[in-house]
């Protein structure tokens, strides 16, 4: 079953507003991956991160990789209407090196 | 984005009926994966493919075959459809397998009805 949980499952938020999606797993991971998907889309890789407590930004996008490689979470600053979407993160354990675990997502809705 | 096209883009069919999904690469890499995403559940890794001929099950292979006869080709079959089995269907690509840090890269998805 689901080994990569993310939380929350929504997260409406006013233009302007910040937004967080976390991601835990109960095993340590090899790295974590993010992924978007607009809404009727497929979803596009954002970014990847390998190392303890790694942090990578992408504009307003700020990616983090927990020291204990379990968890990951993605924060977006000052939301606009373009970030609407669902966000995947998505696992490799480190045991099992073919396959991706993708967490549930967590769908951005944003009101202008 | 990567060429990869998946066909058909939607299909409605009836219980018991076999079905067949096709992805096309046009990018010449060496890994092909099969997700079905329903809500609730994000993406799940039905089979994937590590090169031609060889194939691996993901974790809900049940109620699924698949064939990778070209390196650019990997059908996915449904041999007696059931309504459990509708559902929005992805492949996806990548270079060198996820065991290399590698990424993946979706396709438009087909979405599958079964009554």
């Known amino acids: 079953g689901q080994q990569v949980m993310q939380i929350p499952q929504y997260q409406h938020v006013q233009e302007g507003e910040d937004f967080t999606t976390y991601c835990n797993s109960s095993?340590?991971?090899?790295?974590i991956q993010w992924y978007k998907q607009r809404p009727g889309g497929h979803p596009v890789f954002l970014i990847q991160l390998v190392k303890s407590g790694e942090v990578k930004k992408q504009k307003r996008l700020t990616f983090q990789f927990g020291e204990a490689k379990k968890n990951s979470s993605l924060h977006i600053t000052a939301t606009q209407t373009t970030d609407v979407g669902t966000y995947f993160c998505?696992?490799?354990?480190?045991?099992?090196?073919?396959?991706?675990?993708f967490g549930t997502g967590t769908r951005l809705q944003v009101f202008p | 984005d990567a060429g990869i096209t998946q066909s058909p883009r939607h299909k409605v069919t009836e219980t018991g009926t076999p079905v067949t999904l096709r992805c096309h690469q046009t990018e010449n890499h060496r890994y092909m994966y099969w997700y079905r995403q329903d809500p609730g559940h994000g993406l799940r890794l039905i089979h994937y493919s590590y090169g031609v001929k060889d194939t691996d099950k993901g974790e809900v292979s049940d109620g699924y075959s698949v064939s990778r006869s070209k390196t650019e080709d990997f059908l996915l079959t449904l041999e007696s459809a059931t309504s459990s089995q509708t559902s929005v269907y992805f492949c996806?690509?990548?270079?060198?397998?996820?065991?290399?840090?590698?990424?993946?890269?979706f396709g438009p998805g087909t979405r599958l009805t079964v009554l």
């Open positions: 996806a690509i990548s270079k060198a397998g996820t065991g290399s840090t590698d990424t993946q890269y």
């Open positions: 998505a696992a490799i354990r480190s045991y099992n090196t073919d396959k991706l675990i």
């Open positions: 095993t340590t991971l090899s790295n």
